[in-house]
């Protein structure tokens, strides 16, 4: 079993910037991946980043390509997500992701790829 805990979350004006940290306990050994997904009400979860923690690349949804960065420290077990030029549609309770096992050169970007979740953090953008 996994266990994530997301911090980092708060509010920032538009424009501002965020870092969202996410640290895993317990059987991390056979994690493969870690993602970030966020949630606005009454919205299904969608994909943001995910982060391949065999060869270190990257993959970032659209929307927010060029303005958020993933990063690891595998010694900590911890994924980051940097946040800049936030804007209000980034408004949401953002969750963390680990997915055991999978491609080498896959990146995964569906909720039900994945294996554990942490509880989710607010992220507030005030115009």
């Known amino acids: 079993q996994v266990q994530l805990v997301e911090s980092g979350g708060g509010l920032v004006q538009a424009g501002g910037s965020l870092r969202l940290s996410c640290a895993a306990s317990g059987r991390t050994e056979s994690n493969y991946a870690m993602g970030w997904f966020r949630q606005e009400p009454g919205k299904e979860r969608v994909f943001v980043a995910t982060i391949n923690w065999n060869n270190g690349g990257t993959y970032y949804a659209t929307s927010v390509k060029g303005r958020f960065t993933i990063s690891g420290d595998n010694a900590k077990n911890t994924v980051y997500l940097e946040m800049n030029s936030l804007k209000p549609e980034d408004t949401a309770v953002y969750y963390c992701?680990?997915?055991?096992?999978?491609?080498?050169?896959?990146?995964?970007?569906?909720?039900?790829?994945?294996?554990?979740w942490g509880q989710g953090t607010q992220v507030t953008v005030s115009s």
């Open positions: 992701a680990a997915k055991d096992g999978g491609g080498y050169y896959v990146y995964y970007t569906k909720t039900l790829e994945y294996d554990y």
